[in-house]
Each structure stands twice: as C-alpha cells, then as structure tokens.
C-alpha cells in the first residue's frame, strides 16, 4: 500500500512540473502579447512565478491561480515590473503600472 502511495505521489508532483513549465511558456507569449499591445518593449523573456495560489474558475471548479512576473521597458533606460495572472490556462488579470512613454 505504500508503494502505491508514493507512486501516486510521484505521479502528482510529475504532473505539477510539467504542468509548470507549459503555463511558464504560456506566461511568456502573454507577456510579449501585452507588452506589444501597449507599445513596450518585452526584457529578457524573464518570467518568474511569485506565487502559486487555487481558486475557483467561472465553472466553480477548483483551477490553480499562478502570478507571473516579467519586466517591460518604455525607452532604453528604465525597467518596469509588470504582472499577468492565469487561472489554469487563462488570463485571468494583468496589471502594468502607469508609464512615461519616451519613444515617439
């Protein structure tokens, strides 16, 4: 019965690791989408998962909310932190401060 249960286990974090990585690629190609929305320009492909919290989707199901950060810039010179939230696989929300844009 043991064994069992630790394959299960093993199976289970297997799963969150890939399910991981799959959503990190997903975060970057929302992030560069939004970046190109509001004329900015996506740094690094830096996207960073701050936190990993679970919440119910517009169905009531019991989906995982991950928050991703990623930095843009408006000119050259300056960084800023934005975030994108995804509910499973969808956006859930998104929050780019207020900016200066320098490029004409």
Known sequence: MLEYSLLVILIAIAWFWIDTISKRELAIQMGKNLSQQFDLQFLDETVACEK????RNEKGQVAILRCYEFMVSSSTNDRIKCNLFLLGKDLHN?????YINTVS
């Open 94 to 98: 998104w929050h780019i401060p207020p």
């Open 52 to 55: 990993i919290t679970l919440k």
